[in-house]
Every structure is written in C-alpha cells, then in structure tokens.
C-alpha cells in the first residue's frame, strides 16, 4: 500500500510518516525488514563508532513479557497523564483525544504487532550523554522513513524504558548494552496522512532568540 501517491517522494514520505498504533497482525516479509534495517545502517552515529545493534524480534513469548511493562507503564502513568495534559502545538483536543485512544490500542496489542525491531546502543563502561541518543535516533528515524517508504507503520517507543531494567531483561540485552526504542512494525490498519505540528513561524528564530525568521512564514 503506497498513499497517498503510488511512490511518493522524500518530502512526501516525512510529511506523511506519523505515528502509526493500529496494525494488522500480517507477517512482515524479512525482505521489506532488511530494507528497513539497511536504511537505518545509512544513518550517521558520533565518529561512524556504529555502535548500535538491532534486535529484530518475532518471538510471541518475548514480545508479551515486555507487553506486560508497557501495559503497567500506560496504567500507572501515561494514561493518567493523557487524561490532564493540554494537546500539544498544532494538535485540536479532538485529535489529542483520538490520539490517546490510538496510543491505548497500541498498549494493548503491542506484542501483536508481528516484527519489532529494538534500537540498541553498546554503552559498554561509558556514561551515556547527548551524544548517545544523537548516535541511535537518527538510525531509528531512517528506518521509521523506510517503514513509510514501504507501506509499512511503525511507531518509535521508548515506554518500557519506565521499567527499563525488567524490560531490558526479557529482551535478553547483555551487560553494557541498552535500548533506547522498540518499533513496532505491521501493515497499517489505516491510511498515512499528514502529520500536524506547531507553525515553523512558532520554532524558529533568525540570528537571535525569539527573533522572528520571516522567510518561515
Ligand atoms: C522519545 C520518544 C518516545 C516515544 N514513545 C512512545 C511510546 O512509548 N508510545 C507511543 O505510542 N508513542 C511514542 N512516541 C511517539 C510520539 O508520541 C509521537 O511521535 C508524537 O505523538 C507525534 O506523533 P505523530 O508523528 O503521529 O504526529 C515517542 C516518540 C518519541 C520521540
């Protein structure tokens, strides 16, 4: 499924690569998962050190044992948090409100989704710092794209982490090593569309702060 063109280009695909929480429980072709992970192989890391790892996982038993912190995380903290926090910039109550629902189905069917991928890092004895994250995340979004790209959803997550270390545990990850998002990936049960964020005018500001850029609008 390639919307909202038949092969639509790169603007195309950021503009339209959001969030994607309802999948179908299709198998994933391991062909379109290697595309998936060589683009996130194209990505720049702090000294080309490429110290990621990718944990693809199929495996229902290990994908239910996370699914239980994910769930307990939502109950104990996202959900109640949903319930008082304004919509975010650019996002109508109305959309925040079926935005939430999305996000509680994907809590409740996230070991369905048939292929996760793990974002990893080898922290090995290093303190993890800024550096850390800018040398994962632009991996995860190439692949986020190539998801896109290839009429796949996905959605970056990192909630476990609120129970990193029982999490970390039942995926299996070794001393020094940490996760820092799993995507869930499977045919989306709905269309892609546009993603809706703060005017540019709002973000930008030209040689000096809260200066306005014109050019943005
Ligand atoms: C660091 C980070 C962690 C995130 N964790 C989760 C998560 O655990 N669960 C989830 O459903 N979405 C998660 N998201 C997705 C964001 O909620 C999503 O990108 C944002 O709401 C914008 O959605 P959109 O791209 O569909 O407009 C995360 C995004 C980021 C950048």
């Not at 004895?125 to 009429?151: D, E, F, H, K, T």
Request: proline residues 10%.
């Amino acid at each position: 499924m390639m919307e909202p063109s038949e092969d639509p280009g790169l603007f195309e695909i950021i503009s339209t690569t959001r969030a994607m929480r309802r999948l179908k429980p299709d198998p994933v072709p391991d062909a379109l998962i290697v595309r998936i992970l060589q683009a996130g192989l194209c990505a720049p890391s702090g000294g080309n050190a490429q110290a990621w790892r990718f944990l693809v996982i199929k495996d229902a038993e290990i994908k239910t044992r996370v699914q239980a912190f994910y769930q307990r995380a939502f109950d104990e903290k996202v959900g109640p948090a949903y319930a008082v926090n304004p919509p975010p910039p650019g996002v109508s109550p109305e959309q925040h409100r079926r935005q939430h629902a999305a996000v509680a189905h994907l809590t409740r069917h996230f070991h369905e989704a048939p292929v996760w991928i793990v974002a990893c890092l080898i922290h090995g004895r290093a303190r993890p710092n800024r550096g850390s994250g800018a040398s994962i995340y632009p991996a995860v979004q190439n692949m986020l794209l190539a998801a896109r790209a290839l009429g796949l959803g996905a959605t970056l997550t990192s909630r476990h982490l609120l129970y990193e270390r029982e999490a970390e545990e039942a995926l299996g990850l070794p001393e020094g090593v940490h996760s820092y998002a799993i995507l869930p990936i499977g045919y989306p049960m709905g269309r892609f569309g546009p993603v809706r964020r703060a005017p540019l005018t709002q973000v930008t500001y030209l040689d000096r702060w809260e200066e306005s850029y014109p050019a943005a609008g």
